[in-house]
């Protein structure tokens, strides 16, 4: 890519590129699955419970049924009721039942007296306290009533989701397909991490790196393998991405070097929405469209590669799926040494955050260069540093996007 063929992408903020790239994505087509196949799917529909939970009023201690009406008389006990077995007749006057916990009322019961606040003397029991009407039992639809929305469209299902739809019956649901993304290494540089590196290769770890953070948004990865800086096979390994995938990811190919065919070829195909971003590490992101399709090019140094995905694929990702909640969580951190901006360019530097004496604080994770990879090990936040020409002292607060358990 020349530089006068550079000069036809301006320089966009990071807002802005989201914002172009936010615009064409949309859900995919929904399927129905068993619910507990459903882990990591994205909900399409709302689940409504199909009756009330509890079904049936049950005890909520083990104790005796009574009728409140009774007062604190003594009850003969005519009757045991273990969960799961049904209700013998209607309680008359004067008459109780032991129940366990979980076990339905008989009919006419109207309170449950624990068994601490008894005395059993055969088949009398007699109460230390007439009991209150209601207590010791859970009512009717008390936790979710029949036709109520128990899981909303948009929710990722985790296992609270699953245990939701179990105890509810719902045995299928809809879901948002998962997206198919292709992933392509480009360069002549490379060779696959098991083969013996010849002089002046590196070994391809963008593919897998990239792979392994669209596995972890829930979507299918699809390797493509290498491209040489070739045209032609650029594009058989493009076109047959975009033939099985809803997604194609490249990484490299995408700066303004003779050889970086990747903007050209997505000129030719499609749209490009994004040439150039305001960012650092990864100026020359690209995104397009193809026949509908998304289209990103990645970097082809390694944390530019990884941190463009967390900040701009990750979440157009998510919105195929159909996702609610999109974006990582944001907070505001105080760094634990200086921080070195760039003049030029919002930069997003990695850091490992924890909380330290009541406040988060962010230690960098080792110099911040684009190649080495060792600086996204440990790091769970990016910190957004703005444009600048002095660096921020230790103590400064900045805000972070947060992309893992903090320390």
Not at 152 to 174: K, L, Q, S
Not at 197 to 202: E, H, N, P, Q, V
Not at 250 to 276: C, P, Y
Request: charged share 20%; with cysteine.
């Amino acid at each position: 890519m020349h530089l006068a063929a550079a000069a036809r992408y301006p320089l966009l903020a990071v807002e802005e590129a989201q914002e172009r790239i936010t615009a064409q994505c949309w859900p995919l087509a929904t399927e129905r699955v068993r619910f507990d196949a459903a882990l990591g799917r994205v909900l399409a529909e709302d689940v409504r419970a199909p009756e009330p939970l509890p079904p049936f009023r049950s005890a909520a201690v083990d104790g005796y049924a009574v009728r409140t009406d009774d007062g604190a008389a003594p009850r003969r006990v005519v009757a045991e009721i273990l969960a799961g077995q049904e209700a013998p007749g209607p309680l008359a006057p004067g008459e109780g039942a032991w129940v366990t916990t979980g076990a339905p009322l008989p009919e006419g019961a109207d309170a449950v007296i624990m068994v601490e606040q008894t005395t059993r003397d055969g088949d009398v029991v007699l109460l230390a306290r007439a009991p209150q009407p209601g207590e010791g039992f859970h009512h009717v639809g008390e936790s979710v009533g029949a036709g109520e929305s128990v899981l909303e469209r948009g929710m990722v299902v985790g296992p609270a989701e699953i245990g939701i739809m179990a105890t509810n019956g719902v045995v299928d649901v809809a879901v948002h397909r998962r997206p198919v993304v292709a992933v392509l290494s480009t360069g002549d540089e490379l060779v696959e991490p098991d083969e013996p590196r010849r002089l002046a290769s590196i070994r391809d770890s963008n593919r897998y790196a990239v792979m392994a953070s669209v596995a972890a948004t829930g979507a299918l990865p699809l390797s493509l393998g290498i491209a040489r800086d070739v045209a032609a096979e650029h594009e058989a390994k493009m076109r047959a991405g975009l033939e099985h995938a809803d997604v194609l990811i490249t990484s490299g190919g995408v700066s303004m070097g003779n050889r970086d065919l990747i903007k050209e070829i997505l000129e030719a195909w499609g749209t490009v929405h994004v040439g150039r971003v305001r960012f650092k590490p990864g100026k020359p992101l690209t995104f397009a469209t193809v026949d509908g399709k998304l289209v990103f090019g990645l970097p082809g140094f390694p944390v530019s590669s990884l941190v463009t995905f967390e900040v701009f694929v990750r979440p157009a990702l998510l919105r195929l799926m159909g996702a609610r909640v999109v974006e990582r969580p944001r907070a505001r951190v105080v760094l634990a040494q200086p921080a070195k901006p760039s003049p030029d360019r919002t930069e997003y530097q990695r850091a490992a955050v924890r909380w330290q004496d009541g406040r988060l604080v962010a230690t960098a994770t080792g110099v911040q260069a684009s190649h080495r990879l060792l600086s996204m090990v440990g790091a769970n936040a990016l910190l957004i540093i703005a444009p600048g020409t002095a660096p921020l002292p230790a103590g400064s607060e900045v805000e972070a996007l947060l992309t893992g358990p903090l320390g």
